[in-house]
């Protein structure tokens, strides 16, 4: 699942009081575990597919077809706006599918969570090198990686790793 060398490396870094240091541990691995997770799951959906394209086009015909028959029949179905909305899907032009940085972004986010739970909260600022910047590249997996752009946007934001990691009280409970 995780590699032992790479939380290794983070607790030494992180440093928990021994007490806390399974908590940390543990959080330390379900972060590596998710944001491999990631790296593999989260691609740009905002770009349209040529399968969703081949999808939008046959549907599009579908309609044509359909307002044709109602016409046709009389019926008082109206379905110029689902037409004008497959006609607009179809005019913009199809972009190769990218990967995101939810990967890099979630191992900011992670690294700023286990410090501000068992590190020293002074590491918290947006430096390079220092502990919060060196802990998101080893949860990232590549401890030469420059996150610091990824960890100036995570800052601010409170997330899906916040949800899942137990707050600093929660552990302190389960950990005495």
């Not at 990631?38 to 999808?55: G, P, Q």
Request: glycine letters at 2%; charged letters at 25%.
């Amino acid at each position: 699942m995780t590699s032992p060398e790479d939380v290794g490396a983070a607790l030494k870094l992180l440093a928990p009081a021994p007490r806390y240091r399974a908590a940390a541990q543990e959080d330390i691995e379900k972060s590596i575990f998710v944001i491999r997770i990631l790296s593999v799951h989260m691609y740009d959906a905002s770009h349209l597919s040529k399968s969703r394209r081949i999808a939008t086009r046959r549907l599009l015909d579908a309609l044509w077809r359909a307002q044709v028959a109602a016409r046709l029949a009389r019926l008082p179905v109206k379905l110029e706006d689902d037409i004008a909305r497959c006609e607009k899907q179809l005019a913009r032009p199809v972009r190769p599918q990218r990967r995101v940085a939810y990967k890099q972004s979630a191992a900011g986010q992670a690294a700023y969570n286990l410090i501000s739970k068992f590190g020293d909260r002074k590491q918290l600022r947006a430096t390079r090198r220092n502990a919060w910047h060196r802990l998101a590249a080893i949860l990232y997996g590549d401890p030469q990686i420059d996150l610091f752009n990824h960890m100036r946007k995570c800052v601010p934001l409170f997330g899906l790793l916040v949800i899942m990691t137990p707050s600093k009280d929660e552990s302190v409970a389960t950990a005495e």
